[in-house]
């Protein structure tokens, strides 16, 4: 059964640091999606993008943050200068045109240091 | 999106019937009933959803009331591997715009 894929599955980096989160979503699905959630709080939706541009972000998702298509087959998540607040669960999910089921991924859990 | 109400926690006995209520009594008529569920730590996944009509699938049924203004998942025989926590999110569909919003959800533990 296809899958989201993500790595690293865990990453820990130091405050101020760039860190670039990597998804694979299922290979026929257009809609691309980054989540997050905070240890022990609910998930929280980040940015979703569609035919190659952003459609819709969250105030979490300031300047700070960019994503990125760059190939046919990866999504990423980029966090230019990490704050001790931004360690969390990063869940990326995916969807299929005319479908209405997320698939996500088992997440990247970021420590800021 | 309408609001949600779910129960914080619930248990249930492994092989019976685990029934999860919630209310979205502000849904307007093209809003849909998800259902998805967080086993610890992992990503959600994805397990029904209605307008009115009740759905069943392989994993579980949605009974939606005749107003909407309720619904209740259910897992028919639950398993230890049905502990996790489930939510219910009201949305409408819109294409391109299909983020969804998780409350609290309801934590369901299956006990053996």
């Known amino acids: 059964e296809p899958e989201v894929t993500q790595t690293p599955s865990h990453q820990v980096t130091q405050m101020g640091q760039e860190v670039i989160l990597r998804c694979v979503p299922i290979s026929n699905h257009l809609y691309f999606y980054w989540y997050r959630q905070i240890l022990g709080q609910k998930v929280e939706f980040l940015v979703s993008f569609y035919n190659n541009e952003i459609s819709e972000k969250s105030e979490i998702f300031d300047d700070q943050f960019s994503v990125e298509r760059p190939d046919g087959s990866n999504f990423t998540l980029k966090i230019r200068s990490t704050k001790l607040e931004d360690s969390a669960m990063y869940f990326c999910?995916?969807?299929?045109?005319?479908?209405?089921?997320?698939?996500f991924g088992p997440g990247t859990r970021l420590t800021v240091l | 999106d309408a609001k949600t109400t779910q129960p914080p926690s619930m248990d249930c006995a492994e092989g019976r019937a685990a029934n999860l209520p919630c209310n979205h009594s502000?849904?307007?008529?093209?809003?849909?009933v998800y259902w998805y569920r967080q086993i610890h730590s992992q990503g959600p996944q994805y397990i029904i959803h209605?307008?009115?009509n009740n759905e069943t699938n392989e994993m579980a049924s949605l009974i939606i009331t005749e107003d909407r203004k309720s619904s209740t998942l259910i897992l028919p025989h639950a398993t230890l591997r049905d502990t996790a926590v489930y939510y219910c999110i009201v949305r409408t569909v819109i294409q391109g715009a299909q983020k969804l919003v998780f409350g609290q959800g309801t934590r369901l533990t299956i006990n053996p």
């Open positions: 502000t849904i307007s008529g093209n809003e849909y």
């Open positions: 209605g307008l009115k």
């Open positions: 999910a995916s969807l299929a045109e005319n479908y209405n089921e997320q698939f």
